[in-house]
């Protein structure tokens, strides 16, 4: 699985793809995330990205042609792939959809928004893919592009290690506990369910199922 991430501001993302899970999933080649910026598609000998909006308003729009030669450069002569492009307007991001994505497409292209976003005229030509993953406004496209990276890597076998690590392939609770059995806060008494303590695996099952995650 190969990301392709446009993005102004690529180093944002070095901590969290270099840690933990993700990071081993790079190393060990389950997963290659690449980036794209767009200052370096510009035509503007200052490398500037952003113009002012038609019609008026505050901010700054990311103008449409170095986002259209960023996206060029990452798709290449592959025809297969996912674009996706941020909007709080979009379809919310989902399990299932990420799920959809790791079986379907080996490149994704994840167009990573900021000011006060891009051009509609890219989401249009590219026929890109609108994707929200809340209700709510951040800064930028890039706190979305990881939570799509994570949650798709999520989907591609070797990253997690085991397949049954996967929540939707096993019944997964929200409530998980480990020792002690009793924990004692400030004072107070902390115990964990009887029947995770029962042996009695089909309740225990059924525990879980009242409380699945998805």
Same mark, same amino acid.
């Given at each position: 699985?190969?990301?392709?991430?446009?993005?102004?501001?690529?180093?944002?993302?070095?901590?969290?793809?270099?840690?933990?899970?993700?990071?081993?999933?790079?190393?060990?080649?389950?997963?290659?995330?690449?980036?794209?910026?767009?200052?370096?598609?510009?035509?503007?000998?200052?490398?500037?990205?952003?113009?002012? +909006?038609?019609?008026?308003? +505050?901010?700054?729009?990311?103008?449409?042609?170095?986002?259209?030669?960023?996206?060029?450069?990452?798709?290449?002569?592959?025809?297969?792939?996912?674009?996706?492009?941020?909007?709080?307007?979009?379809?919310?991001?989902?399990?299932?959809?990420?799920?959809?994505?790791?079986?379907?497409?080996?490149?994704?292209?994840?167009?990573?928004?900021?000011?006060?976003?891009?051009?509609?005229?890219?989401?249009?030509?590219?026929?890109?893919?609108?994707?929200?993953?809340?209700?709510?406004?951040?800064?930028?496209?890039?706190?979305?592009?990881?939570?799509?990276?994570?949650?798709?890597?999520?989907?591609?076998?070797?990253?997690?290690?085991?397949? =049954?690590?996967?929540? =939707?392939?096993?019944?997964?609770?929200?409530?998980?506990?480990?020792?002690?059995?009793?924990?004692?806060?400030?004072?107070?008494?902390?115990?964990?369910?009887?029947?995770?303590?029962?042996?009695?695996?089909?309740?225990?099952?059924?525990?879980?199922?009242?409380?699945?995650?998805?």
């Amino acid at each position: 699985m190969h990301f392709h991430i446009v993005t102004l501001f690529p180093e944002s993302f070095d901590s969290y793809i270099n840690a933990s899970i993700i990071g081993r999933a790079v190393e060990d080649g389950c997963i290659k995330v690449s980036f794209y910026n767009p200052r370096d598609f510009t035509k503007d000998k200052h490398r500037r990205v952003d113009q002012k +909006p038609y019609g008026g308003g +505050p901010g700054m729009v990311l103008e449409a042609e170095s986002v259209l030669r960023a996206v060029a450069k990452a798709r290449g002569r592959k025809k297969k792939v996912e674009i996706i492009f941020f909007d709080t307007s979009g379809k919310e991001f989902t399990n299932a959809y990420a799920r959809a994505i790791s079986k379907k497409y080996q490149d994704v292209i994840l167009i990573c928004g900021r000011y006060e976003g891009v051009d509609a005229r890219v989401q249009k030509i590219l026929k890109a893919k609108k994707v929200s993953i809340g209700h709510y406004t951040l800064t930028g496209g890039e706190l979305p592009a990881m939570v799509v990276l994570d949650a798709v890597s999520r989907q591609v076998p070797g990253v997690l290690g085991k397949y =049954e690590s996967v929540e =939707e392939e096993r019944t997964a609770s929200p409530e998980v506990y480990t020792r002690p059995e009793t924990l004692v806060w400030k004072g107070k008494r902390y115990k964990v369910p009887k029947i995770l303590l029962s042996g009695n695996h089909k309740k225990i099952e059924e525990w879980r199922t009242k409380r699945k995650m998805y």
